[in-house]
C-alpha cells in the first residue's frame, strides 16, 4: 500500500474509471485537486472563463460518445452554485456527469467562511448523488459509488465535495487494488417481451417511438435492426433524433406540438398501437393526452421503473434497459420470421412514406431579411451525413428540428427538458472535444448566443473548432411568439442602435466584432443566395484557424414557426410546400 494524498487517489480512479476529459476553473480551495492532476499529468483540462460554461463542456463531453463522463471541477461556493444549472441540464436529460467541488475546511462548514456553502444540499434534488466527504478515508469509496451510480439505471450526473483539508490528508490506497463497482441494469424477461410483441402484431397500424434511452445505451442499430424485422415505422423523440437515420425508409418523422414534422404527426394520429422504448412521454411531444392515446394502446419500456405510468398509465409497463429490451425483441422477432407469423405491415409503411414525401413546410423562401426556413434549407445542402448539431432551446431549435436532417445516434445533441439559454456554445465545445474528427455544427439565436458567448474564448484558446449559426432577429423570438396570446410584446426586443457598429442596421449587438475580439473568425450574411458561399467559407477558416466561426444569419425580425397545443392542431403561420421545389432539401418529396 502506497501512503498519497486523497487528491492523489481520486485523480488515478478517475483514469481507471475512463473520466480524463475535465472543465473547470481553479480556485483556492480547489487547487489541492488541480495540483493533483497536474502531478498525475492522465487528466485532460480546458479552462472555461465561467463555470456554469463548464458545466455545459461536462455535459456536451458526455453526450457526445458513448460511455463518455465529462468532469467539471470548481470552488463550493460560486463555482459550485454556477454548476447548478449544469447538473440540472444533465439531470433532466439523463447525462452522466461528475462535478466536484473544493470546500472549506470541515471544521469552518458551520462558520459562514468564506465562499463555504452546503452545495450538498443543493445539489441533491438535481443529482443522483451528492455528498460531502468529511473523512479522508472515504474519499475512494465516494468516488467508487459516483461512477457506478452515475452509469446504473437511468444514467445521472453527481457532485462530490470535497473540503481543503480532506483533499490535503493522508490515505492509504493502491490503485491496483481498486476495481470499478458492477452496473446494474434492469432486464425485461422473456415472457415480458412476449406479450409486448403479441400487442404489436396483433395491431393493424404499430409504432415504434424511439427515445434517448436508446441513444443512451448505445443501441441505435439495435433499434433499425428490430424496425426492419418487423417492417414498422419509427417515431423518435426529440432526444432520440438520429437513433434511425431521417432517411430511413421506417423513419416515420417526429411528433410533438413543436418539434415534429406535418408527416410525423399524421401519422401518429393514423396509428393504432405504440411501443415506447427509452423515453418519457415529454409534453411537447404528447400535448393533450386525450388526443395522445385515443384510439391506441400503449406499451411503455424504461430503465426507470418510477418513469412508467408517471405521464399516463400504458397497457403493459416493462422496466428494462433499452439495449436490453431490444436485444430481446430481436431474438422473438427472429423466431417468428423464421415461422412466418409475422404480419406484413409493407401497406402501412407505404401510407407513411406517402405521407413524408408530401406533407412538408415550404423552406425555399427568397425574402431579405432572411426568412428562417431557408438557412436550414442551405444547411442541409452544406453540411454532410457525418454532421453533429448541437442546440438547446428557441425558436432556432425548434424550427431547425422541424427542417434539418439527422443521420446517426448522437448527431443531434440537444438540452431536451431544461432547454436552458447559452448552453450551446459550451456544450459545442465539450462535443468537439468528445468527437474531434467530426464537423460540429451550432445552432443559436441570438439571445441563447449573446448568453455566454464568452466561452468562445475557450474554442480560440484549446482549438477547438467548430461552426456556430446564429439566426439574428434581435429578438426573445419563442417568448415573443408565446405572448401572442396576451396581445402584447414586453420585454422580448433586443433591438437598439448600436453606436459603434452602424452596419448592424438597429439589430443590436455586433456579433461579429464580439466573436473576432474573443478570437474567432465570424461572417454576416443578408441575403439567402449569399449562405451556400458563406458556409463553404466557414468551414474553410475552421480547417484553417482550428477556432470556432460564427455565421450570424440576419433574419426578418418577426417569423412564427409551427406549433401548438395539441398534435391535431398545429397551426402553420407560413406557406406549406405545394411542390419538390418549396422544399428542395426535404428527405422525400413528390413533383
Not at 476553473?25 to 488541480?34: C, D, H, K, S
Request: glycine share 10%; charged share 20%; hydrophobic share 40%.
Amino acid at each position: 500500500m502506497a501512503k498519497m494524498r486523497t487528491v492523489d487517489a481520486a485523480v488515478a480512479i478517475l483514469e481507471k474509471e475512463g473520466a480524463t476529459e475535465a472543465f473547470g476553473l481553479p480556485g483556492a480551495a480547489i487547487n489541492p485537486f488541480y495540483s493533483a492532476m497536474r502531478a498525475h499529468g492522465g487528466i485532460r483540462h480546458t479552462l472555461a472563463r465561467h463555470v456554469e460554461g463548464a458545466s455545459h463542456m461536462a455535459d456536451g463531453y458526455s453526450r457526445a460518445a458513448d460511455g463518455n463522463i465529462g468532469i467539471c471541477i470548481g470552488t463550493s461556493g460560486p463555482a459550485g452554485t454556477d454548476m447548478i444549472t449544469g447538473l440540472y441540464a444533465a439531470q433532466a436529460d439523463s447525462i452522466p456527469m461528475l462535478c466536484i467541488t473544493g470546500q472549506a475546511p470541515v471544521a469552518k462548514l458551520h462558520k459562514e467562511d468564506f465562499q463555504a456553502v452546503d452545495i450538498e444540499s443543493i445539489a441533491k434534488p438535481l443529482t443522483k448523488f451528492a455528498m460531502t466527504i468529511l473523512e479522508p478515508g472515504q474519499v475512494p469509496g465516494a468516488f467508487q459509488k459516483a461512477f457506478q451510480l452515475m452509469r446504473s439505471g437511468r444514467p445521472g450526473p453527481v457532485l462530490l465535495d470535497l473540503p481543503i483539508d480532506v483533499q490535503m490528508a493522508e490515505i492509504e490506497f493502491d490503485i491496483d487494488a481498486y476495481e470499478p463497482l458492477p452496473i446494474e441494469k434492469p432486464k425485461a424477461s422473456r415472457k415480458q417481451l412476449e406479450k409486448a410483441l403479441d400487442m404489436l402484431t396483433a395491431a393493424q397500424h404499430p409504432l415504434i417511438v424511439a427515445g434517448g434511452g436508446i441513444i443512451n445505451a448505445g443501441a441505435s442499430a439495435q433499434l433499425v435492426e428490430l424496425a426492419e424485422i418487423l417492417n414498422v415505422p419509427v417515431i423518435p423523440t426529440l432526444m432520440g433524433w438520429g437513433a434511425i437515420p431521417d432517411d430511413h425508409q421506417l423513419m416515420a418523422g417526429m411528433v410533438g406540438l413543436q418539434t415534429s414534422h406535418r408527416y410525423g404527426n399524421e401519422t401518429f394520429l393514423q396509428s393504432d398501437f405504440v411501443i415506447g422504448i427509452g423515453n418519457r412521454w415529454a409534453n411537447r411531444h404528447t400535448g393533450g393526452l386525450d388526443t395522445y392515446t385515443a384510439g391506441r394502446k400503449f406499451v411503455h419500456i424504461d430503465i426507470e421503473p418510477t418513469q412508467i405510468g408517471r405521464v399516463f398509465s400504458p397497457d403493459l409497463g416493462i422496466a428494462s434497459d433499452a439495449g436490453a429490451a431490444l436485444t430481446g425483441l430481436i431474438e422473438l422477432a427472429r423466431e417468428r420470421q423464421a415461422a412466418k407469423s409475422l404480419p406484413d405491415y409493407s401497406g402501412w409503411v407505404a401510407e407513411c412514406q406517402e405521407r413524408k414525401g408530401s406533407l412538408h413546410r415550404k423552406t425555399n423562401f427568397d425574402n431579405v431579411p432572411i426568412k428562417p426556413q431557408r438557412v436550414y434549407q442551405e444547411m442541409n445542402k452544406a453540411f454532410g451525413r457525418d454532421t453533429t448539431y448541437v442546440s438547446t432551446i428557441g425558436l432556432s431549435q425548434i424550427a431547425g428540428a422541424q427542417m434539418l436532417h439527422v443521420f446517426g445516434a448522437r448527431k443531434w445533441i440537444n438540452a431536451g427538458q431544461a432547454g436552458p439559454l447559452g448552453w450551446t456554445a459550451p456544450a459545442a465545445l465539450g462535443v468537439v472535444r468528445g468527437t474531434p474528427d467530426t464537423t460540429v455544427v451550432a445552432l443559436s439565436g441570438d439571445y441563447d448566443f449573446q448568453f455566454m458567448i464568452e466561452e468562445l474564448a475557450v474554442g480560440a484558446q484549446f482549438n477547438l473548432p467548430y461552426i456556430h449559426v446564429v439566426v439574428n432577429n434581435s429578438y426573445l423570438g419563442l417568448i415573443r411568439q408565446s405572448q401572442r396570446g396576451f396581445n402584447m410584446e414586453q420585454n422580448v426586443s433586443l433591438a437598439f442602435e448600436n453606436i459603434n457598429s452602424p452596419e448592424t442596421n438597429g439589430y443590436g449587438v455586433d456579433h461579429i466584432k464580439v466573436a473576432e475580439g474573443l478570437g474567432c473568425k465570424a461572417i454576416r450574411v443578408e441575403n439567402p443566395n449569399d449562405l451556400p458561399a458563406a458556409f463553404d467559407k466557414a468551414k474553410a477558416l475552421m480547417g484553417e484557424f482550428k477556432v470556432p466561426v460564427v455565421v450570424e444569419v440576419i433574419l426578418e425580425k418577426i417569423t412564427n414557426i409551427s406549433m401548438g397545443v395539441e398534435i391535431n392542431g398545429v397551426n402553420e403561420f407560413e406557406e406549406l410546400a405545394e411542390s419538390a421545389a418549396d422544399a428542395p432539401t426535404a428527405i422525400l418529396t413528390k413533383a
